[in-house]
């Protein structure tokens, strides 16, 4: 019996990327077509939206395929998202009793970042952050710590496919304002932001780093503002620095 719920073209799409990798030597169009049974007009329009999410490299002259580059951002993304929570809970579990606020791990999905891991608030006023949710790189501590020790590489990549939209008055729109920021985060070795996605929110951010010292992710401390002190400005840092040390001298075993 068919199934019902299946949809065709993203099955033909799915079929598609599973077949390049088994066939990496950049085969043509006629040859995936035939292999898979895919008219030539449906695997058209498939290709062109797969090569417009940088899924596929096409070739329109030569006709040759080859899987593209941002199948490597997803498998580094299920990479780490596969033992990173297990490993960041306990230091978020404990971050969060030290504050009594919301914590979170997220780590880059494309140009947006992504909570893969989150322990929650004990105050009934709080900001969750649930695994899951997205939310701007350029915008807020969590993303922005990311992008300050992000491989340079990386960072242009991003930078040249990323809209800056204004979400609140206090969100960052230009990359001269915020490389400038970049460069106090990794001076201080974390940051903090003020009502950048959302009013009435603190963050502090500090980076997971691999063995180089490039950002694989972040850990975050939420604070709604009612909450915000002269305390916080200053044990806050120290506490979440030593919880994302923790947590990258763990992960990289």
């Known amino acids: 019996m068919a199934d019902k719920h299946k949809d065709s073209a993203v099955d033909r ?3 598609i990327l599973v077949w390049l990798g088994a066939n990496p030597s950049s085969p043509t169009v006629a040859q995936m077509c035939e292999n898979l049974n895919v008219p030539k007009a449906s695997a058209y329009r498939i290709l062109h939206t797969l090569r417009s999410w940088e899924l596929i490299e096409f070739n329109s002259q030569t006709k040759l395929l080859q899987l593209g ?5 997803l498998a580094r993304a299920y990479s780490q998202s596969a033992d990173l929570p297990k490993i960041a809970l306990p230091y978020l579990t404990r971050l969060r009793d030290q504050t009594g606020d919301t914590t979170s791990l997220n ?3 494309g140009n947006e970042r992504i909570c893969i891991q989150e322990a929650r608030s004990i105050h009934q006023l709080n900001w969750s952050v649930p695994p899951g949710t997205r939310g701007p790189l350029y ?3 969590t993303g ?3 992008l300050a020790f992000m491989r340079p590489e990386k960072l242009r990549e991003i ?3 990323l809209e800056l939209k204004q979400l609140t008055p206090a969100t960052p729109t230009s990359w001269s304002t ?3 920021q970049f460069e106090q985060i990794r001076k201080d070795g974390y940051c903090v932001s003020i009502s950048e996605i959302a009013h009435g929110v603190a963050g502090l951010a500090a980076p997971i780093l691999d063995k180089d010292g490039f950002s694989i992710g972040s850990i975050n401390l939420s604070v709604p503002l009612v909450r915000w002190s002269e305390e916080s400005v200053e044990t806050y840092p120290l506490l979440i620095k030593d919880a994302a040390r923790s947590i990258s001298r763990a992960y990289l075993g």
């Open 13 to 15: 799409a799915i079929s």
């Open 144 to 146: 922005k710590a990311i």
């Open 139 to 141: 915008a807020g501590s």
């Open 159 to 161: 930078k040249s496919s």
């Open 178 to 180: 915020l490389t400038l």
């Open 69 to 73: 580059p941002r199948l490597l951002d």
């Open 107 to 109: 780590i880059v999905l």
